[in-house]
């Protein structure tokens, strides 16, 4: 298995250009994730998937938009980028079952933002 | 949410145990204690979790407190690869289920 993958490795943006950072996970996880780490700090929760079509925000989603059409993949976009979106992101996805049964997370490498 | 408090910093010698504490007042009876830590330009990775007894697996233990407020990760043999920082997070029922709030960690400093 690869796991979760991630591309970009690296990015350059300018003010108010737009990308897709994707994501990649064959684990077949019902759970996916978008996170931020900004230097020094630990990681912020975007936006989660607990499904195929199903997504929600999570503690920093302005900027940002996702989708979710199959289990495997989960892109988050930037529509217009801003110096402040400049940080490294991490995807990852899980398993959780009805119950309460505790899977782990698992991370992609992560992608590196640097908006100009 | 059920928070954690963490020391910022800790240092170890190579070859020593390293007792890592994580002190969660508010947890619910719930809620899972989950471990991860960031090797330097990495994701996080899991290292373990436990909801009231103490663990172990291949990479750490787990100590939990009887009141379960604090829990301690222990390392019983750090090596330079063990130089991470180290989350302590809680995870359980209600808004947080399935989710994990990473706060700013232990950075674990392990002398040759």
């Known amino acids: 298995n690869a796991g979760v993958t991630q591309t970009p490795k690296f990015r350059i943006l300018k003010i108010g250009q737009s990308m897709t950072l994707q994501c990649a996970q064959d684990?077949?996880?019902?759970?996916m994730y978008w996170y931020r780490q900004d230097p020094g700090m630990g990681l912020k929760l975007i936006y989660y998937s607990v499904g195929a079509g199903i997504t929600d925000k999570g503690e920093v989603p302005n900027g940002y938009n996702v989708s979710r059409s199959t289990t495997e993949y989960f892109p988050l976009r930037l529509e217009l980028a801003a110096p402040s979106q400049t940080s490294v992101y991490f995807c990852?996805?899980?398993?959780?079952?009805?119950?309460?049964?505790?899977?782990?997370?698992?991370f992609g490498p992560g992608t590196r933002l640097l908006v100009l | 949410d059920a928070k954690t408090t963490q020391p910022n910093s800790m240092e170890s010698n190579e070859e020593e145990p390293v007792h890592l504490p994580c002190n969660h007042s508010?947890?619910?009876?719930?809620?899972?204690i989950h471990w991860y830590r960031q090797l330097p330009s990495q994701g996080p990775e899991y290292v373990i979790h436990g909801l009231t007894s103490n663990v172990n697996n291949r990479m750490a233990s787990l100590a939990i407190a009887e009141d379960r407020k604090s829990s301690t990760l222990i390392l019983h043999r750090a090596t330079l690869r063990d130089a991470a920082v180290y989350y302590c997070i809680l995870s359980g029922s209600g808004t947080s289920y399935g989710k994990l709030t990473f706060g700013q960690g232990t950075i674990l400093t392990v002398h040759p």
């Open positions: 684990m077949n996880h019902n759970y």
């Open positions: 990852a996805s899980s398993y959780w079952a009805s119950g309460g049964v505790v899977e782990t997370q698992y």
């Open positions: 508010t947890i619910s009876g719930t809620d899972y």
